[in-house]
């Protein structure tokens, strides 16, 4: 019996361990995330990223070698707290395209300094580029899935074309301009969108 | 050898005319190594879109670091300055091509131009909003640039913007702006791999189905 208890306690000794290390990296993860975003487009630094997560700057250190390891888990975790635009392909042109602009614009104004952060600070590194492009191609990728059947009725050249321009319309730096340069609130701005997607989408065609 | 006739020439001004050419002869080198300065940073920004060091520009315009900060209080002033003959140029290029012919000529004219302007300037407009921080002046000046691209669509498409209600035509032009941003124009050139006139054809798609018909004259 008591051979067979102490590995147990040993072993959630270590996992315990774990745990806290991991939720320590989190909570640098998200100090960082909070930081990037106020502070966007400057880097936040150790200092202020252990202050704000209430640890020392030698755990930040512990965790992450340096600043950039730490900017890259920072945008994977980001990342998974993008939501994706749900294609309600079930439902007609209009509200498809309602539903897609909100989401954008919801999305654009909450990780506007993120990403402002991310692209000021990409730097060379490889790794910030991979996943800038990552981001584009999922964005791609959404408005392929919601407004499939209208791209499907047009030959694969003019598709990819037509992908281009939607991405290029709904860029994040394109609704704060919107919001910034032209003054407009977050609903004229869905309606620039919603105005513009409509004219470039080719007719819907009618249900088999 | 002296030059007798230059000599004689000299010798008949007044001593006032004399000392007026010389510093005329003087501010001119002076501008001419101030725009040589200004160029020099162009240059740099254009091969690589980092800010330039004071050395590095003073190699490239041949003259010396104590030159560029004679001419220039600080490089933020230079920046500004370089801003200034950079929006001066591309505008002269924008400028030099009318909006004329119907509408698949002015489509052309329009997005060919933008195209050359996005292919030449894209450094330089990379450069200058990642290190505008918060110069007002620099700030002033991306507002300045923008507000010449809404100017130029509202010129380039007015037969077809003056057909549709003010708040209409406001949302086209502000979807067309969105369209031929230079960061669009890089996605579709570095990300995409487009030729120049593949680029060019994308805009034209969609700037053609953006654009209410074009009424009959």
């Given at each position: 019996m008591v051979l067979t208890k102490r590995p147990t306690t040993q072993t959630s000794g270590v996992d315990g361990r774990r745990l806290r290390s991991l939720k320590t990296k989190q909570r640098i993860i998200e100090a960082y995330l909070a930081l990037a975003g106020e502070k966007s487009p400057l880097v936040p630094t150790a200092a202020e990223i252990a202050r704000r997560a209430g640890y020392s700057v030698r755990s930040v250190f512990e965790r992450f070698p340096d600043i950039h390891t730490l900017q890259v888990a920072a945008v994977d975790f980001a990342l998974t707290l993008v939501t994706p635009s749900a294609?309600?392909?079930?439902?007609?042109r209009q509200s498809r395209i309602r539903s897609q602009v909100e989401s954008r614009g919801r999305s654009c104004e909450r990780w506007l300094p993120l990403w402002r952060s991310l692209i000021a600070n990409q730097g060379e590194s490889a790794e910030l580029r991979q996943r800038v492009v990552a981001l584009r191609q999922w964005d791609v990728r959404c408005l392929a899935s919601i407004y499939a059947p209208e791209l499907s009725t047009v030959p694969d050249g003019e598709r990819r074309q037509l992908l281009m321009v939607l991405e290029a319309l709904t860029d994040i730096e394109s609704w704060a301009r919107m919001q910034e340069?032209?003054?407009?609130?977050f609903e004229e701005a869905c309606s620039a969108w919603m105005q513009a997607i409509d004219r470039l989408l080719p007719p819907t065609p009618a249900r088999a | 050898m002296t030059d007798p006739v230059v000599t004689l020439e000299a010798n008949s001004q007044p001593a006032g005319a004399t000392a007026e050419a010389r510093i005329d002869r003087r501010r001119l080198r002076s501008a001419r190594t101030k725009q040589a300065i200004i160029e020099a940073y162009l240059a740099l920004v254009l091969e690589r879109p980092q800010i330039p060091t004071a050395t590095r520009i003073a190699e490239r315009a041949g003259c010396s670091v104590r030159s560029v900060f004679e001419r220039f209080s600080d490089l933020h002033v230079l920046r500004v300055a370089v801003m200034d003959h950079a929006v001066a140029e591309a505008t002269a290029q924008v400028m030099a091509r009318e909006p004329q012919g119907d509408r698949r000529a002015r489509l052309k004219t329009h997005i060919e131009t933008r195209g050359m302007i996005c292919e030449k300037w894209l450094p330089m407009w990379r450069a200058l909003n990642m290190n505008r921080g918060d110069s007002r002046d620099l700030k002033s000046r991306v507002v300045m640039v923008r507000q010449v691209i809404l100017r130029r669509i509202e010129m380039m498409y007015r037969p077809e913007l003056s057909s549709v209600p003010e708040l209409q035509r406001r949302r086209i032009v502000i979807a067309i702006e969105s369209l031929i941003d230079f960061e669009s124009w890089a996605r579709m050139r570095q990300d995409n791999g487009l030729s120049f006139e593949e680029a060019c054809a994308v805009w034209t798609l969609a700037i053609d189905r953006l654009l209410p018909p074009t009424p009959v004259s």
């Open positions: 294609p309600p392909s079930a439902t007609d340069f032209f003054g407009l609130s | -």
